[in-house]
T-cell receptor, first 111, second 117 residues
Framework: SQKIEQNSEALNIQEGKTATLTCNYTNYSPAYLQWYRQDPGRGPVFLLL?????KEKRKERLKVTFDTTLKQSLFHITASQPADSATYLC??????????FGGGTRLMVKP | DTAVSQTPKYLVTQMGNDKSIKCEQNLGHDTMYWYKQDSKKFLKIMFSYNNKELIINETVPNRFSPKSPDKAHLNLHINSLELGDSAVYFC????????????????FGNGTRLTVT
């Protein structure tokens, strides 16, 4: 069966460090992978999209990698700040253009 | 300006009742969606409409009926509510259905928390 797995345990890091979140998938052949941020009581907000032929994408302090061999995407936030604390969701777009979400990982950045 | 707005934000009702959630987007997008987020935070697609036409209808009980009077609106009507319907329901929109690009991510509303007692 198809699965998108993100670490359900919260990730706690110190301000200024780099946060790395993982998204693993099985039985998908995604054309794209997206990352969203969700704050409590709010809807997800789009952050970055990476295509299957791209290894890495950057936006300001954010970096996403996509390894189709490992079936994994890593989401990095460098120089993390308390304001980065949120739940981060990965989502896969498959050939049928269906966007399916992982369960998200909660990031807590402590000052 | 709120891009995707849905009302109400909170909805508490009893089993067996019928309720509606409204959604409007002012982004000029062609495609709108309803997602359900359960207590474990998994977001699952329920419906997708493109230019008022139903495109995706996942395995959702037929008690759930979406209605799209125009491409800026996608309302969700739920009949005979059950305890298991309690969740947060998100409306979303995107520029197009066919092909997600950097310019066509999903834009979500802030959700409607439905509690069925």
């Amino acid at each position: 069966s198809q699965k998108i797995e993100q670490n359900s345990e919260a990730l706690n890091i110190q301000e200024g460090k780099t946060a790395t979140l993982t998204c693993n998938y099985t039985n998908y052949s995604p054309a794209y992978l997206q990352w969203y941020r969700q704050d409590p009581g709010r809807g997800p907000v789009f952050l970055l999209l990476i295509r299957e032929n791209e290894k890495e994408k950057r936006k300001e302090r954010l970096k996403v990698t996509f390894d189709t061999t490992l079936k994994q995407s890593l989401f990095h936030i460098t120089a993390s700040q308390p304001a980065d604390s949120a739940t981060y969701l990965c989502a896969l777009v498959n050939a049928g253009n269906m966007l399916t979400f992982g369960g998200g990982t909660r990031l807590m950045v402590k000052p | 300006d709120t891009a995707v707005s849905q009302t109400p934000k909170y909805l508490v009702t009893q089993m067996g009742n019928d309720k509606s959630i409204k959604c409007e987007q002012n982004l000029g997008h062609d495609t709108m969606y309803w997602y359900k987020q359960d207590s474990k935070k998994f977001l699952k697609i329920m419906f997708s409409y493109n230019n008022k036409e139903l495109i995706i209808n996942e395995t959702v009980p037929n008690r759930f009926s979406p209605k799209s009077p125009d491409k800026a609106h996608l309302n969700l009507h739920i009949n005979s509510l059950e305890l298991g319907d309690s969740a947060v329901y998100f409306c979303a929109s995107s520029q197009s259905l066919q092909g997600f690009t950097d310019n066509s991510p999903l834009h979500f509303g802030n959700g409607t928390r439905l509690t069925v007692t």
